[in-house]
């Protein structure tokens, strides 16, 4: 069984930052993919980065020059760093794992974790 648990969220003025944590464990033996979510009140779940294994890099448009993923492949952990954040940004931050040759479930992560707030406001 995998579990993914996320750590890091809370509120947050405008402007500030957080960092966000997420770590796996479980049976899994390499994961090539680890990605963070997010779903905001009234609105669908999105992508808003994710990492390959060997360090590859994508983000949402409405996250670039503002969001920093990292992993440690060691730990199975994955990391979001937030700067510049604004009140669009709060919602609920899920971390999604793909193992190697496996894919399937929301944008083909089949483990999630059960999610982290994130407040941004004033």
């Known amino acids: 069984q995998v579990q993914l648990v996320e750590s890091g969220g809370g509120l947050v003025q405008p402007g500030g930052s957080l960092r966000l944590s997420c770590a796996a464990s479980?049976?899994?033996?390499?994961?090539?993919?680890m990605g963070w979510y997010r779903q905001a009140p009234g609105k669908q779940r999105e992508m808003v980065a994710t990492i390959s294994r060997r360090g590859n890099t994508n983000y949402a448009d409405s996250v670039k020059g503002r969001c920093t993923i990292s992993r440690d492949n060691a730990k199975n952990a994955v990391y979001l760093l937030m700067n510049k954040l604004k009140p669009e940004d709060t919602a609920v931050y899920y971390c999604?794992?793909?193992?190697?040759?496996?894919?399937?479930?929301?944008?083909?992560?089949?483990?999630w974790g059960n999610g982290t707030l994130v407040t941004v406001s004033s």
């Open positions: 479980g049976s899994i033996s390499s994961i090539d993919y």
């Open positions: 999604a794992i793909r193992p190697r040759g496996l894919v399937s479930g929301d944008y083909g992560m089949p483990y």
